[in-house]
């Protein structure tokens, strides 16, 4: 089986999503509709009775590798809001735990009728390398690999954005903190720059931003006043300690000191920026907690529309699967 890059992997040959992997290598069009698809979504959230019947008789497995509660408990909420059944699949305590390979046990919940993964791993790549060699006719969703890739993270922050902003021709973003270790951080690199954004910015020390990833096509500043000067969207990144040597970081009350956004350093920004967070927050670090609650915060926001993002990938995903075994058996 010759090896494909994850955004050519990720389509049907009608051009429709089939898995959801990375934000990288998307077209505009592509991005959009999700967008698009999600917003349809944004209601069902409000009624009294949030289900539509989308998924109905789908199984959707989560595949969680590696802890998160808030991104696990969001793919499950949207999972039952489109009427789909759900297994949660705690890996380190079943049969992977026991010696059963990877390979055998995705293999037996296939068997089994899975119609989707959403997959979290602590390898860059894995839900790549599942999509491709383990399991191609189920549909899988990234819920975040390594420091590759978190692709609903971003669009959901995109939806944010949208939903505040209303284009993103003129929008200038500001990404702070641990970009180095950021899965988020690099997916929604991608997404802006499809989407058109005019300007993105990094802003952190060297140890977390080297100065290589302005390969992506970002600028680079040291400095928050001068890297939040006029931009319309900061997004503040979780310190990763987990990932991190100490010797990239000086102490936090350090780290807070210089690119903690505080009340003082968001008056840099434009007066009606707004700020995201992908969470969890360590408040204190990375963002004083009168910024986080204060009116200008829209972190609560984005886990709402996280729902709605992950019914319109899980949606749309399995309609694109759905169409592609319907070609091959064709």
């Not at 600028?219 to 000067?229: A, C, N, P, T, V």
């Amino acid at each position: 089986m010759s090896h494909s890059a994850p955004h050519q992997l990720q389509l049907n040959e009608q051009g429709q999503l089939r898995h959801f992997l990375t934000t990288e290598g998307l077209s505009k069009e592509l991005l959009t509709e999700i967008l698009d698809t999600a917003e349809s979504f944004i209601d069902v959230n409000s009624r009294s009775v949030k289900k539509v019947p989308l998924l109905r008789g789908i199984t959707v497995v989560n595949l969680f590798f590696e802890n998160s509660t808030r991104t696990r408990s969001t793919f499950e909420l949207a999972a039952q809001r489109l009427s789909a059944d759900i297994l949660n699949l705690n890996i380190s305590t079943s049969a992977t735990a026991k010696g059963e390979t990877l390979q055998d046990t995705l293999w037996n919940l296939r068997a089994m009728g899975a119609d989707m993964f959403v997959v979290r791993h602590a390898d860059s790549g894995a839900a790549h390398f599942i999509a491709q060699y383990v399991t191609p006719d189920v549909a899988i969703i990234n819920a975040g690999d390594g420091r590759h890739a978190h692709p609903t993270q971003a669009m959901l922050d995109m939806l944010t954005i949208r939903r505040e902003k209303g284009s993103f021709e003129h929008l200038k973003v500001a990404i702070v903190g641990d970009i180095l270790h950021s899965r988020v951080a690099r997916s929604e690199i991608h997404a802006l720059k499809t989407l058109g954004a005019e300007e993105i910015r990094l802003i952190g020390p060297k140890t977390l931003v080297p100065d290589h990833l302005e390969a992506l096509g970002t600028h680079i500043y040291r400095d928050m006043k001068q890297g939040l000067k006029d931009v319309d969207v900061i997004v503040t990144l979780r310190l990763q300690k987990e990932r991190m040597d100490k010797a990239l970081l000086p102490s936090e009350s350090e780290f807070f000191r210089l690119y903690g956004l505080s009340t003082d350093k968001l008056s840099y920004a434009k007066p009606d920026a707004i700020v995201m967070h992908p969470g969890p927050i360590n408040r204190g670090v990375e963002i004083e907690s009168a910024v986080a609650d204060g009116t200008q915060s829209r972190i609560l926001t984005q886990v709402n529309n996280g729902i709605a993002v992950r019914m319109a990938v899980m949606s749309m995903a399995i309609s694109g699967q759905m169409q592609t075994l319907e070609g091959s058996q064709g």
